[in-house]
């Protein structure tokens, strides 16, 4: 009887070859882009992009400014509609023609804009779309309730604090409160909801050190955690090293090149950012 052999890795859609395990085996890409394209005019923003997130995986999606990014990543949440290709979630095609039908698919995102109410609280700018309610016990007025303050407050103290952010009063407009904490105000609304994919477009831009560390640390738990595939979208090799399991680099519209981020292939994703070097660590990548 030959002896058992261990079992090798297979390539994504991205063209990173992914850990052997048995769900990588087992199931679909929890979020996968075929041939994405995206013209605005004369435009071509997406080139036929593929992009493929296993449940549990940290994604960096790295690109200089134009490359694509943001574009794709709207896509995903229904910002802009695609003109050509397609959206998978969990293998399934999906439409996702508005943010609230992705949100609904259990996407979430943080933009660098934020997209926060700055005439809205902290309370309520997290839990926009989502309040918590308590039965008003009134016959007659089934499917009502009030919103329960106290409780959204308790669970949004909660999650600033293990970000470590001092946010002195949550009833206080968000619009008068400094870069650091909107951006942890912002990244806490969409870790509470993702239930499938967490995009995050440079969510440490505006913090401090010990923000930024949390915040890193936040990003490193959670795929495991909650079961979710996050993809991050950063300037900051040390950053995509420390916390992202790949990395996928755009240009021009298109994906040309992936690797795993380490101290060692920092130079090569570099170089792939500004041109000088394409298609480093597509093993088996589709072409």
Known sequence: MSEPTEPTAEPTATGVAAEP???????????????????????TALAGVDLAVGRGQVVGL???NGAGKS???????????????????????????????????GIEAVYQDLSLFDNLDVVTNLYLGH???RPRGIRGMRGLGWLDRRAMQRDVKDRLEKLQVNVPDLRGHVGLMSGGQRQAIAVARACAFASRVLILDEPTAA???????????????????????VVLISHNMDHVVQVCDHAVVMR?????????????TTEEMVAMIVGAKEGAGQKGAHP
């Open 71 to 105: 574009t794709l990543i709207k896509a995903i949440t229904g910002v802009h509609r695609l003109d050509e290709g397609q959206i998978l979630l969990d293998g399934a095609e999906v439409s996702i023609d508005s943010p609230p039908t992705a949100r609904d698919h």
């Open 252 to 264: 021009q519209g298109r994906v040309v090149g992936t690797t795993r981020p380490s101290p060692e």
């Open 21 to 43: 395990t048995a769900r990588s085996t087992a199931e679909p890409p929890v979020l996968e882009v075929r041939g994405a394209v995206k013209r605005f005019g004369a435009v």
């Open 207 to 229: 913090l401090g050190v010990r923000e930024t560390r949390n915040v890193l640390d936040t990003v490193r738990r959670l795929p495991a955690e909650h079961d979710i595939a």
């Open 131 to 133: 309040e918590l309610t």
């Open 62 to 64: 790295l690109g200089d």
